[in-house]
């Protein structure tokens, strides 16, 4: 009797943590569809406020996406054999190399960004181009492309594997491309998920690091927020949505996510 | 992974025409160069430019002299300690309680509670205002229950609110992962020598836990700390640090102080972290 009523408490606990959670997620994905949201669900459905919405901000959305896959891009190219460096050179250099690269992670974007900003804000033409905003995004997710990879190099004795290809006479090169690299898949596919998905969702660098010109899918949520009417506001979180949600799934299925839930984001 | 014997990679190198350890030079260069000029050389003028005020270097003390922006730090920490000490009470509790009970839907349960790990902190500002602003759920129930309609949102509350939001999700996942690598075997032993729940619990099973409490504690602070998405979508009259910092540079145009006070908020989260790391495991910060 005693144990029901505790399970039954705990249940409804968590029942309420969830519904905190989840309650104003639907609310806006509601209100994005809804005619009128003062009037409620009652007064009709419609795709108008989306449409508005792609109408205003489809610059914002599709600057996100080239901005998320360019940085994907830098940290592939930059990330993996650095790891690969890393984990094959060890020792003490190899640990205070990690230890910078995951510094941004302790520190607020807000710094990060005041930072590159009197760098490089002198420089006009940088400084107006989205490459600015995606410079800022590899510093933020460089550290996830890294320690990814390095877990699975970590997890499947790669130096053997590595030693064992030399020993047959293949060049570093070449044991690079068709040992190394096929062998960190797991880890390269969990740590681009990552990228991708908190770039497309920064916000406290870009905010800082965007122009008029450069604005990214969260600033023109902060602008929709501010300036729009609610119903458009929420069908642009309803667009935003539809796209990290399905990464974030991803992200769970292949990434572990679970076992390193730490090991994230903004 | 990383100690172990002088590898012997002559064998390879030196059939090739690149030794291994020049490879592995040319593997960690373009990092260097990433890492050296867009986070090492800018935080770098950091620090510097927040020395070169009209106060130089005094500019540092004056986070914590300066009545303003004192005050700010104390209610930054004080936000930060209460977001913290509530998402582990909240999360440990659902955390046990869905990592050792099966019962039907929980799979759904468990999805819904990390649905909003990928939510940035304006997305979550906006989605506090809908739960608890003016024409918020909590203001319509409070409106039929008591008279009174409830806005939260645009307040400290409402920066605790989401905050509580951002870091249930990571903390609950952290909490169910340790709560998965638990001993049986120590509490079947504990039971057998009489031990009640209560006593299981407080002698046993938290212990167990405090790694996992402290490392997912420490991100969650740290982040409250830094956070600055949710305070700029609910900001109206909300001065935690890193609002003040945004309106010192883009308001005042207060170039030095600005950077003095990013610096000392930096330092703060990132000594949280190092603190925890020592204490209570791997960890890393997510931004807020």
Redesign the interface.
């Known amino acids: 009797m005693r144990a029901r009523a505790i ?1 039954a408490a ?2 409804t ?3 309420l ?2 519904a ?6 639907v ?2 994905m509601l ?1 994005g569809v809804t005619a009128n ?2 009037r409620g669900i009652r007064s009709g459905l419609t795709l108008q406020w989306v449409q508005q919405v792609w109408q205003l901000y489809a610059d914002t959305i599709l600057r996100s996406f080239v901005i998320a896959l360019a940085t994907l891009g ?1 940290t592939l ?3 993996v ?2 790891a ?8 003490r250099l ?2 205070v ?1 990690e230890e ?13 960004a ?3 900003l ?3 804000g002198g420089l006009s033409s940088f400084r107006r181009s989205w490459l600015f905003i995606m ?1 800022g995004h ?3 997710t ?2 996830f492309m ?2 990814s990879v390095l877990a699975i ?2 997890a499947t004795d790669v ?1 053997t594997l590595d ?1 064992s ?3 047959l ?5 070449r ?2 491309r068709d040992v190394i690299v096929p062998n960190a898949r797991p880890g390269i596919l969990a740590g681009s998920l990552m990228v991708v ?1 908190l770039s497309l ?4 660098l870009t ?2 690091l965007h122009t008029p010109l450069t604005k990214t899918l ?1 600033v023109g ?2 602008d929709s ?1 501010a300036s729009m009417r ?1 119903e458009i ?2 069908a642009y ?1 309803l667009v ?1 949505f539809v796209m ?2 399905p ?2 799934v991803a ?2 299925i292949f990434a572990g ?3 390193d ?6 | 992974m990383r100690s172990g014997p002088p590898r012997a990679w002559a064998a390879g190198g030196a059939q090739s025409p690149m030794t291994k350890a020049a490879f592995i030079r040319i593997c960690l260069l373009p990092l260097a160069v990433v890492v050296a000029a867009f986070f090492v050389l800018p935080m770098t003028r950091l620090v510097w430019i927040g020395a070169s005020g009209r106060h130089g270097i005094a500019a540092y003390a004056a986070i914590v002299l300066e009545p303003r922006y004192a005050a700010s730090l104390l209610d930054t920490v004080l936000l930060a300690l209460a977001t913290t000490v509530a998402t582990l009470l909240i999360a440990t509790v659902s955390g046990l309680f869905l990592q050792r009970r099966r019962f039907p839907g929980r799979a759904l349960l468990v999805a819904m509670l990390t649905l909003p790990l990928a939510f940035p902190g304006v997305v979550i500002g906006f989605l506090i205002i809908l739960l608890a602003g003016r024409q918020g759920l909590l203001g319509d129930i409070t409106l039929a229950l008591f008279g009174q309609k409830l806005v939260l949102a645009y307040s400290l509350a409402g920066l605790f609110l989401g905050y509580l939001y951002f870091s249930i999700p990571r903390v609950i996942l952290t909490i169910m992962a340790a709560v998965e690598k638990l001993d049986p075997s120590l509490e079947e032993a504990a039971r057998t020598l009489g031990a009640g729940s209560w006593a299981i619990h407080r002698d046993i099973i938290l212990p167990a836990l405090a790694p996992a409490l402290i490392a997912s504690g420490a991100i969650a602070f740290a982040t409250a700390m830094g956070a600055f998405g949710t305070a700029f979508t609910l900001a109206t009259d909300i001065d935690v640090l890193p609002m003040l910092i945004y309106t010192e540079f883009t308001l005042s145009a207060n170039i030095a102080t600005a950077a003095a006070l990013s610096v000392g908020l930096g330092l703060v989260t990132w000594a949280i972290l190092a603190l925890a790391r020592i204490y209570g495991g791997n960890t890393v910060a997510a931004n807020g």
């Not at chain 1, 905190?20 to 997620?25: E, G, H, M, S």
């Open positions: 399970f705990q249940l606990f968590t029942l943590v969830a905190f959670l989840i309650v104003p997620a609310q806006s209100a949201y003062f830098v190219v930059v990330g054999p650095a690969y460096g890393l984990h094959l050179r060890g020792g190899s640990r190399v910078i690269i995951t510094l941004p992670l302790a520190i607020p974007g807000l710094a990060i005041l930072a590159l009197l760098t490089y410079v590899v510093v933020f460089l550290p890294v320690r190099f970590a130096k030693e290809a030399a020993s006479g293949a060049s570093p090169l044991r690079f998905t969702g920064e916000f406290n905010w800082m969260p949520l902060a927020y609610l506001a929420s979180t935003f990290i949600v990464l974030l992200m769970q996510y679970r076992n839930p730490a090991g994230r984001h903004q």
